[in-house]
């Protein structure tokens, strides 16, 4: 466990604060997650309708859950947009109302107006750094997705492109079957 200063607080502070729902612990802070708009909305609600079916079978598969991770050596608790856990790395019985206990296979964060692409990239870096498998930055305003893995340059899709692994990329079938075409996602979400 790292050590804390009286100001910052430790995971377990943190995971014992009456209040924490919406909340991330970033640098030992609880800071609030923003309240999403209608864009962001329906783009979670477009992913989950486009994705729940396929992932049912193979994982959990969320919005807003909190996930437990380390970012430089300290607790760190983001709440991406959507989680997608596979059955491999947390099993199908674990029924727990808890943050998820282990690294995702993806997390999905969409951009919102406060936020800059140059943000969302060094957010999905650090989910990257603490073993997430893959990032999707998801922007409205370009209507783009950007996939983010290890050891691979980052690829932005649009349009009638199928989101994929990059190029060059070691395989990794967390997502095997799923054929997500980026303009079904915004079209979907009534963008």
């Known amino acids: 466990m790292v050590a804390t200063s009286p100001n910052r607080l430790s995971l377990e502070a943190f995971l014992a604060l ?4 919406n909340h991330e612990l970033i640098d030992g802070n609880a800071v609030p997650k923003m309240s ?3 864009f962001h909305a329906g783009l979670q609600k477009s992913f989950i309708k486009l994705m729940d079916d ?3 079978a193979r994982g959990h598969f969320y919005p807003e859950w909190a996930v437990l991770l380390e970012r430089d050596g300290e607790p760190w608790v983001p709440v991406p947009d959507l989680t997608y856990v596979s059955f491999e790395r ?3 019985d674990w029924l727990e109302d ?3 206990p282990v690294p995702p296979d993806l997390a999905i964060e969409i951009i919102s107006p406060n936020q800059s692409f140059g943000m969302m990239a060094a957010k999905a870096a650090d989910y990257i750094a603490a073993g997430v498998a893959r990032v999707w930055v998801v922007d409205s305003q ?7 893995i290890p050891s691979a340059v980052p690829v932005t899709y649009w349009g009638e492109a199928l ?4 190029q060059g ?3 990794n079938d967390g997502l095997t079957g799923l054929d997500l075409v980026v303009e079904a996602v915004f079209s979907g979400a009534g963008l």
Do not use: G
């Open 18 to 21: 009456p209040d924490r729902d």
């Open 36 to 38: 999403p708009k209608r």
């Open 54 to 56: 396929w992932a049912i």
């Open 90 to 92: 947390l099993s199908a």
């Open 98 to 100: 808890e943050p998820c």
């Open 142 to 148: 370009a209507r783009t997705i950007t996939v983010f």
């Open 163 to 166: 989101v994929a692994e990059p």
């Open 169 to 171: 990329a070691i395989a």
